[in-house]
């Protein structure tokens, strides 16, 4: 009943962020939490230490270090923009939203789109003249939807990727999710439409091309998503090629993050 009481409390913190004048960010509700829990006796201290999943903690180091090389160095900016400047409409850019950021959220982790992808959509918005909250929404559930179709898309389905023991996790996740999710997407931008369609109406916009920042890091930023690239690819091959070779995902994001 206790940790059902600290549960609801701390999805209800969540939600509002504030306590009287007090902001609260979320490892702060979440450590609160934990200690909660603690502190009651709801589970021991060594419970806790060892259902801390090592793999996964790994995995998020790795892909948040490539994520803030991407956006320190400007190169995600820079592709960015020129991906999207292909976008004539506001039609063209909201569906180049949904499925470019969806679909690279589930190579990257969504967290990491989250994150780095916000202030990206946000120059978008700025250069096109476009509501920001429509293109917020867009990429809120593009990096949501998208990255449901990959073991590594997020770490909920990085601990269902190494704890069921998929063999062959990337062909698993995609042969099942990735027409729903393409069907999710495709409602996203119905819905966004009938929500905003007065934004919608006879849009023109024009192509800028964002200037990379630095160079040097960027090169190393197009390194780490080769590796990232060819380690997907050897996952998948490992399972015919070497079975019996323990290829965790975690090693995809270690190895991305070492340029």
């Not at 909250?133 to 898309?153: C, D, E, K, N, W």
């Not at 590796?227 to 991305?256: C, N, Q, S």
């Amino acid at each position: 009943m206790v940790s059902l009481v600290v549960l609801v409390v701390v999805f209800v913190l969540i939600a509002v962020r504030q306590i009287g004048r007090f902001r609260l960010q979320i490892w702060h509700i979440m450590s609160a939490g934990a200690v909660a829990v603690l502190a009651a006796g709801q589970i021991s201290a060594t419970e806790a230490i060892t259902s801390i999943n090592i793999d996964v903690m790994l995995f998020l180091l790795g892909m948040f270090i490539v994520g803030q090389a991407l956006e320190e160095s400007g190169y995600l900016a820079h592709i960015s923009s020129r991906f999207f400047g292909n976008a004539r409409s506001l039609d063209a850019l909201v569906l180049l939203v949904l499925f470019g950021m969806g679909f690279l959220s589930a190579i990257l982790m969504n967290d990491t789109l989250a994150i780095v992808g916000t202030p990206v959509v946000v120059m978008l918005s700025k250069k096109t003249n476009t509501a920001p909250r429509i293109l917020l929404l867009a990429l809120a559930f593009a990096v949501t939807i998208g990255s449901v179709m990959s073991p590594i898309g997020n770490p909920q389905n990085l601990l269902v990727a190494s704890q069921v023991g998929l063999a062959n996790p990337f062909v698993t996740f995609l042969s099942w999710l990735a027409v729903p999710t393409v069907i999710n997407l495709l409602i996203v931008y119905v819905v966004l439409r009938l929500f905003f369609w007065r934004h919608f109406a006879n849009r023109m916009l024009d192509r800028q091309v964002e200037l990379i920042r630095e160079e040097k890091l960027a090169r190393l930023c197009q390194f780490s998503l080769l590796i990232i690239i060819i380690m997907v690819g050897l996952k998948v091959l490992a399972v015919f090629i070497m079975p019996e070779f323990d290829f965790r995902l975690t090693y995809i994001a270690i190895a991305a993050c070492l340029p």
